[in-house]
Nanobody, 124 residues
């Protein structure tokens, strides 16, 4: 089991930005896929963005052009970030980072073995 710790959530106005951070115990992206998911009550967890070990990124259509997933720099390679710009009320959700041991990032939450505790993002 790998411990993942998210931070950076909060309450913002429409159009503002937030950066979420996922702290991992090592440079986990070296041989894993890391994903960001979000969930609202009574809905399934939705894939938002993923990043693979070679730097390939993928995004849900609803966030393309507004969100960016990235790994930290050389001093912070144990962090994965989600930069969220132009936030909308429909982005309101609990956001989770997750690890998959698969080479390619999958959309299904079932493909991810480890999850953080989540960080709430509220846009009004």
């Amino acid at each position: 089991h790998v411990q993942l710790v998210e931070s950076g959530g909060g309450s913002v106005q429409t159009g503002e930005s937030l950066t979420l951070s996922c702290k991992t115990p090592w440079n986990i992206l070296r041989d894993n896929c890391m994903g960001w998911f979000r969930q609202i009550p009574d809905k399934e967890r939705e894939a938002v963005a993923g990043i693979e070990s070679d730097g390939t990124t993928s995004y849900a259509n609803s966030v393309k052009g507004r969100f960016t997933i990235s790994q930290g720099n050389a001093k912070n390679m144990n962090r994965v970030y989600l930069q969220m710009n132009s936030l909308k009320p429909e982005d309101t959700a609990m956001y989770y980072c997750a690890r998959s041991t698969k080479i390619y990032c999958e959309i299904s939450a079932d493909e991810y073995e480890d999850w953080g505790q989540g960080t709430q993002v509220t846009v009004s």
